[in-house]
């Protein structure tokens, strides 16, 4: 989705994964707002688990939020569940991805969108 009234719905999907991450206390919760850089998704939100077991409980509670929620929605995939050191969950107009600590500094997701703007995001 782009620009418009499908965008605010993408970014209220978003807010509510990082505040669904972050109340499982995951670390370093960002959201990227990608509308004017790529075609294949609105926003990307990065979170770190503290361990493998921290980031399924995180994907665990994003899945299970997203699924009871208005519209039940599920990920059109999720990968990297098994390993847990990085999990991708795509919901199309928002795509997730939870680390390990040592994934996410491998990875540095962030930094190869560094001119992104992000959007501020609250415990």
């Known amino acids: 989705m782009k ?4 965008s605010r719905t993408s970014e209220a999907l978003a807010r509510r994964i990082a505040a669904v991450a972050l109340d499982k206390k995951a670390r370093d919760v960002i959201v990227l707002d990608m509308r004017r ?3 294949y998704t609105d926003f990307l939100v ?9 980031t399924q409980a995180i994907e ?5 939020d997203m699924k009871s929620g208005d519209g039940g929605r599920t990920p059109e995939r999720v990968e990297g569940k098994p390993e847990s050191r990085w999990i ?3 919901y199309l107009d928002c795509v997730v991805h939870i680390f390990t600590p040592a994934a ?5 997701l ?3 969108w560094g001119e992104v703007p992000a959007l501020e995001v609250k415990a």
């Open 3 to 6: 620009a418009g009234v499908g």
């Open 37 to 39: 850089v790529v075609g």
């Open 46 to 54: 990065i979170a770190t688990g503290n361990t493998e077991r921290q």
């Open 60 to 64: 665990d509670a994003i899945y299970r």
């Open 88 to 90: 991708l969950m795509d």
């Open 104 to 108: 996410r500094d491998y990875y540095r």
């Open 110 to 112: 962030e930094t190869l």
